[in-house]
């Protein structure tokens, strides 16, 4: 039906008022100085509104609310502002729910139905309110892409639309109608291109309602598994693959504590999930001629879900199968809504590596933080023997860790003579061999040991903390190993 016939234009009429504008005010962690925030700072995007089985919500981008301490809402058409409440956040999907208690908010309103994945080339329009303006802005444009790409609030691999229609900042969470139906939200564009942007696809939103209404906080599950295409034909013969099998990848890492752990092996080839077929790209048939990556499959299921993989294995097929588990990292990627975690001993400041550490060093971080530190961000993976980088991060000056005090970003492998598997871990080394050890022993990765004596720096330790403003010497996440 052409978007400009009355009975559309009567529909999509009826379909704005249920767009919503976002307005809201954060405070996000300082992972500089983990003890404190960065200050509030004010923004705003997008959303709709839907049916759940609680009742009607705003749905919007997690990105939108992250880190939030207020949030308003405003109806298209309306002046009055309504506060809401964060009900659910999705920051793998870039999801968020968000419940408004005044019932007049919604009066008048036609919740928007979810709907199905556009087909190629159909038009759709993107509601919202992108910088440029205080009033609704809609665009139009042509589904190019049906694909899974990277989410980058999350950097999960998840199905999403690609479209030439006009989307900047301000439209992040805006809906995206097809038919009188919502197909997905916009959340973000292609860096150095233009008028290619992206819409979280509908069956993610389903994924996520689904997940919010039964209680599943764990999200999208992942393999845990780094594959290769296996295109090269001199390789599948080295492998021992037959002529008569065409697909399948060659699984190259498994990470602990991931899905895979124990039941698929390095120089498996994966061939088939739930019985779809895997193309030697890493591919499967999404309709029709279309292809999309396997996590695909994955990531429709739900953690704790049963996922049947056949694999190519010692010159022959087996079938495993795969309790699905949320995804295991050693770097813990971007963080939100959570105060990082730290600790402090005898001026000493003690911090996980994850991501939005290394982002204290710009917007080009990946290029400004210590190689070592990208290093592991990119291709680490966890272990039995460390599920969490620990970096002793500065020095608090003082007489007590006098030699020291040029150390930073250091990364430390052992505490007491023992490898250190978690920030956590490293605390109980410390406090743990108190009685035994009078002094505490750390080695850092490239060797370098660092000696404090228990005794002066367990004395120094509340002055160092009031002259440096510390409030306390663990994190609150921590404080449950305090002595």
């Known amino acids: 039906m052409d978007a400009t016939t009355p009975v559309t234009k009567a529909r999509l009429d009826r379909l704005l008022r249920s767009v919503v504008k976002v307005m809201t005010i954060s405070d996000a962690p300082d992972y500089d100085q983990p003890w404190q925030t960065s200050g509030t700072s004010s923004a705003f995007g997008s959303g709709a509104i839907i049916e759940t089985r609680a009742g009607l919500r705003v749905v919007t981008n997690a990105h939108c609310v992250e880190n939030q301490v207020f949030v308003e809402v405003r109806r298209y058409g309306k002046t009055r502002k309504y506060v809401a409440e964060v009900e659910a956040l999705g920051h793998e999907c870039d999801l968020a729910l968000l419940r408004v208690q005044d019932p007049s908010f919604f009066s008048g309103t036609q919740p928007m139905r979810l709907g199905g994945v556009p087909e190629l080339s159909e038009r759709v329009s993107v509601c919202g309110y992108p910088v440029g303006g ?58 150095d291109a233009e008028q290619i942007g992206y819409i979280v696809a509908a069956p993610v939103i389903s994924h996520f309602l689904t997940d919010v209404a039964e209680g599943i906080i764990d999200g999208f599950p992942a393999l845990g598994i780094a594959v290769q295409a296996l295109e090269a034909e001199a390789h599948r013969r080295q492998l021992g693959l037959p002529a008569e099998v065409e697909g399948g990848v060659l699984v190259t890492r498994i990470a602990y504590g991931g899905s895979a752990w124990g039941i698929l092996e390095e120089e498996d080839v994966l061939l088939e999930l739930d019985g779809v077929p895997l193309a030697a790209d890493g ?67 003690f911090v996980p590596l994850t991501k939005d550490y290394l982002k204290t060093w710009g917007e080009a971080w990946w290029q400004r933080a210590p190689r070592d530190l990208v290093a592991l961000y990119e291709h680490g993976a966890p272990t039995p023997e460390r599920s969490e980088p620990v970096v002793l991060q500065k020095v608090l000056a003082d007489a007590v860790n006098q030699g020291y005090h040029e150390l930073e970003s250091v990364l430390i492998t052992s505490a007491q003579g023992e490898p250190v598997r978690s920030l956590r871990h490293l605390v109980e080394r410390i406090e743990d061999t108190a009685d035994t050890e009078p002094f505490v022993r750390l080695t850092s990765q490239d060797g370098r040991r660092i000696v404090l004596e228990r005794a002066a720096a367990g004395a120094r330790g509340p002055e160092i903390l009031r002259r440096f403003g510390v409030p306390h010497d663990r994190s609150l996440d921590l404080r449950a190993t305090n002595r």
């Open 283 to 349: 591919t499967v048939s999404f309709r029709d001629d279309e292809q999309v990556s396997y996590d695909y499959l994955v990531a429709q299921r739900r953690v704790g879900e049963l996922l049947n993989a056949r694999v190519w294995r010692d010159g022959g097929v087996l079938t495993c199968v795969v309790p699905l588990r949320a995804p295991a990292y050693l770097v813990a990627e971007d963080r939100y809504d959570v105060r990082p975690s730290y600790y402090v001993f005898g001026g000493l400041v």
């Open 134 to 191: 205080d009033r609704l802005s809609i665009t139009e444009g042509i589904v190019s892409r049906v694909e899974v790409v990277q989410y980058a609030q999350s950097q999960r691999r998840l199905l999403a639309l690609q479209v030439d229609a006009a989307i900047n900042n301000g439209n992040s969470g805006g809906p995206v109608l097809y038919d009188g139906e919502l197909v997905g939200l916009a959340f973000q564009t292609l860096e």
